[in-house]
């Protein structure tokens, strides 16, 4: 299945948003449901209208669909972390997670220039545990504690360097 990131437009936000009417989505994800589809689609409206500055979210699309979106964070020129979301939970188990978390540390490394990229996720994430490892990122240690659907469970830590992504 073929992937590209771009920009996000405003006319995402609609995808986004409706994300939040999958229950399955929105436990996984940490989403509040507590919100409506209406609501979070003026959020991410404002949100893509103006992005925080540490942050360069892409749009992940397949064909003409908006199926996810990658994140770079932080506020170090040479380093960031990286993050993926793919929606709704349907779309789940495709591949789509590791293809988008691949094209991020494509963007990070060709178009960022970064030195190196890191990612988190709970142990209880069995599936995004397997995404960081099939896109070459290597274990690094643990994290703190966080809650993944209503379990407790502790953060393993994951990095990339730019010279390990050129050798792969």
Request: aromatic residues 10%; hydrophobic residues 45%.
């Amino acid at each position: 299945m073929k992937l590209r990131l771009r920009p996000m437009d405003v006319s995402d936000a609609d995808t986004f948003a409706d994300w939040a009417s999958d229950p399955v989505f929105l436990a996984h994800a940490g989403w509040s449901g507590r919100a409506t589809v209406e609501e979070l689609t003026v959020w991410w409206v404002a949100f893509i209208a103006a992005p925080d500055p540490q942050l360069v979210r892409l749009s992940a699309v397949s064909g003409d669909d908006v199926v996810g979106y990658v994140d770079l964070h932080g506020d170090e020129q040479s380093t960031r972390e990286l993050g993926f979301v793919i929606g709704p939970s349907s779309r789940w188990g495709r591949g789509l997670g590791t293809i988008a978390a691949s094209a991020g540390l494509e963007y990070g490394f060709d178009v960022l220039k970064l030195s190196s990229v890191w990612a988190e996720a709970v142990d209880a994430n069995v599936g995004s545990l397997r995404v960081l490892e099939r896109i070459g990122m290597t274990r690094t240690g643990a994290g703190d504690d966080d809650m993944f659907l209503g379990v407790t469970s502790t953060y393993s830590r994951f990095a990339l360097s730019r010279s390990d992504w050129e050798q792969r």
